[in-house]
Every structure is written in structure tokens, then in C-alpha cells.
């Protein structure tokens, strides 16, 4: 893209069924740096088309993540012109929800339209330390926090959160949700919060299948998100395996238990051959969105910035696959 041109005006709605977002993650860089490059690969997202782009949550330093995704969606949000960003997902378990509520209602007062949030029980003890709250804690307290943390991000707070402004305005202008998932029992819950899905980068598709089936039948009606890895000409297959071996280095066995065969990477020497690919792994998993990953450990920033830059010409191919694959789940 010339320094001339703009970013497209077309974009679907944060987390929205059919839309295809970039997931960021920082380079092993010093901080200063992380936040310059990250938010220049925001940038490039937001010119290439990408509808909008997804951080997560680590703490203390932990490889390929920053703390606070809440606080960095709004440095990306300001790189961008059109592109909404999405903290997903955030680690509910961390703080009381009221607190983020209020730190997601008032970025979405800044950016309104342009914010999404997606939420997850967690799986690091060390995130959990550093909190002060009981690893052996998490679950339940995500599912005592998530229905509560739903009902205030659509301004229908019953304590005294909801006289807060920013989440009154919820009320007309709901925030869009995610839910990490990983189980039937996981999807049945979103469902029933009218929530959209999403799943493990690492998880099969015969696995996506069977959850997003048991989603529709519970009712589901919002987005069911894949999140992929995907490269548009050779892959780095190097780097690609010590990202493996770090994860498994770290991963819950009931994570892992999902994962499929090999490392799930989807790659095409052409971006025609790529999305095709990508459209059917999203019609083999029942599912009609999905969050793209390019950054693998090990990678320059410019050979990230590299590949964003194909999606210049390529994203209007996703776009048909992801819109053909819609249609088969």
C-alpha cells in the first residue's frame, strides 16, 4: 500500500460472524520498542482491510505477551483509522468485574463501534500469583463472574457499576463478547449468553465440529471464531516447531487433548491457495469466523510486517472463503 492510500471504509462489527481479524502479539524486544512495532503492525492491519485485531493476557514477561490487553487496544486503536481492536481474551479471574467492566466500558466510549472483549478462566499459575488469587480458584470464579460481567457490558447492571455513565450507554450500544471454549459444556454457556465462541489456535477441526454443533443446537446465534495460523508462501517451519515446543511446554493436558495433529498451520504458496485452505478448515470446524496469526517466535518484525502487507491484495480472497465456508456451517 502507497503512503498515499487510506484504509478501506468496509468492516464488520467487532467479533462479528464473517469477519476476519489479525491477532498481535509483541516481538522479544525492549518495551519501548514492543509498543512501536506493535502498533505499526496494527497500522498496517487496519490499511491492509483486516476488519480489526485481537491481543490477549500474560503477565511477568511472559513470551509474546503484554499485561494489560485492555490498555494496549487502546494504543492500537489510536494507530488505526477504521480497525477495532479486541482484548481476547482477558483473564476474568484477575480482578473483580466491575473493575473490567469499567476499563472496557470507557475504551469503548472512546472508540464507540470500534471495541470488542472476549473472556477466558485462565491456565498460568503464575498470572494468578501475581494477582493474589487462588489458581485453584479460577474456574469458579470465572463462572460466577462471567454472567455478571455480560449483564454490565450491556448496561444492565443492578449494583451501584451501573450508574457508572460509560456503562449506562451500554444499554443502546452493547458491547460484543467472546468466550474461550473448550468444551460442550463451555459452548452450552455461551449460548445461553448469547456470546460468541472462541476456539484454541491449536484445536482440530473434527474437535471445532463437534463444539460448534453442540453451540447451534444450544442456540448460539453470534460468531463462531477460529483462530489460525496462517502464512501466505513458505513457512517458517522452524520456527513454527520451537513455537510447538513452547507451548506444549506450558499447556494444561485438557488443552492439549483438543489439539489436532501437527501444528495447524495453514499455508498456500499463493494467497488464492492459502485461503482456499483456510475456507476449509472453517467449513470442516462449523464455524464462520475467524482471527489470523502470523506472528510465530522467532520472527523479525519485518517478515511480520511482510506478510500483513500480502492481505493488501489477498484479504478480498478470505473474504470469499470465509463467506463460502458461512455457508456450508
Not at 4 to 33: K, M, W
Not at 34 to 63: I, N, S, T, W, Y
Not at 98 to 124: H, N, S, T
Not at 240 to 245: G, N, P, R, S, V
Amino acid at each position: 500500500m502507497t503512503d498515499g492510500e487510506t484504509a478501506p471504509n468496509f468492516r464488520l462489527q467487532p467479533l462479528a460472524p464473517g469477519s476476519i481479524s489479525l491477532r498481535l502479539y509483541p516481538h522479544d524486544l525492549p518495551a519501548v520498542e514492543q509498543l512501536a512495532v506493535l502498533r505499526r503492525q496494527a497500522a498496517l492491519a487496519d490499511a491492509a482491510g483486516f476488519d480489526g485485531v485481537m491481543v490477549a493476557e500474560h503477565h511477568a514477561d511472559f513470551p509474546g505477551y503484554l499485561p494489560n490487553p485492555v490498555q494496549l487496544a487502546g494504543f492500537l486503536l489510536d494507530a488505526m483509522e477504521g480497525a477495532w481492536a479486541a482484548p481476547c481474551p482477558l483473564l476474568l479471574p484477575m480482578k473483580p468485574y466491575a473493575l473490567i467492566v469499567e476499563d472496557l466500558a470507557w475504551l469503548e466510549a472512546a472508540y464507540p463501534g470500534r471495541v470488542g472483549a472476549g473472556f477466558a478462566a485462565g491456565a498460568l499459575p503464575v498470572d494468578f500469583e501475581l494477582a493474589e488469587v487462588p489458581f485453584d480458584e479460577i474456574v469458579a470464579r470465572f463462572k460466577a463472574a462471567l454472567p455478571l460481567t455480560v449483564a454490565a457490558l450491556r448496561g444492565a447492571d443492578e449494583t451501584p457499576l451501573g450508574a457508572d455513565r460509560a456503562v449506562r450507554r451500554l444499554g443502546e450500544n452493547p458491547l460484543p463478547m467472546a468466550v474461550g471454549t473448550q468444551s460442550v459444556a463451555a459452548v452450552q454457556r455461551a449460548a445461553r449468553h448469547d456470546l460468541a465462541v472462541l476456539y484454541d489456535s491449536l484445536q482440530g477441526a473434527e474437535v471445532s465440529k463437534k463444539l460448534s454443533d453442540a453451540y447451534d443446537e444450544a442456540g448460539g446465534t453470534a460468531a463462531k471464531i477460529v483462530i489460525r495460523r496462517v502464512w501466505i508462501g513458505e513457512p517458517p517451519t522452524g520456527e513454527m516447531a520451537a513455537q510447538m515446543e513452547h507451548y506444549r511446554s506450558y499447556a494444561p493436558d485438557r488443552a492439549i487433548a483438543n489439539w489436532g495433529s501437527g501444528d495447524q498451520l495453514i499455508a498456500g504458496g499463493t494467497a488464492a491457495e492459502t485461503a482456499e485452505r483456510l475456507g476449509a478448515v472453517l467449513a470442516a470446524s462449523n464455524c464462520d469466523t475467524v482471527n489470523i496469526r502470523v506472528h510465530v517466535k522467532g520472527l523479525t518484525p519485518a517478515q511480520v510486517d511482510e506478510q500483513i502487507d500480502r492481505y493488501v491484495d489477498g484479504l478480498p480472497l478470505f473474504r470469499e472463503a470465509v463467506r463460502a465456508a458461512a455457508a456450508v456451517a
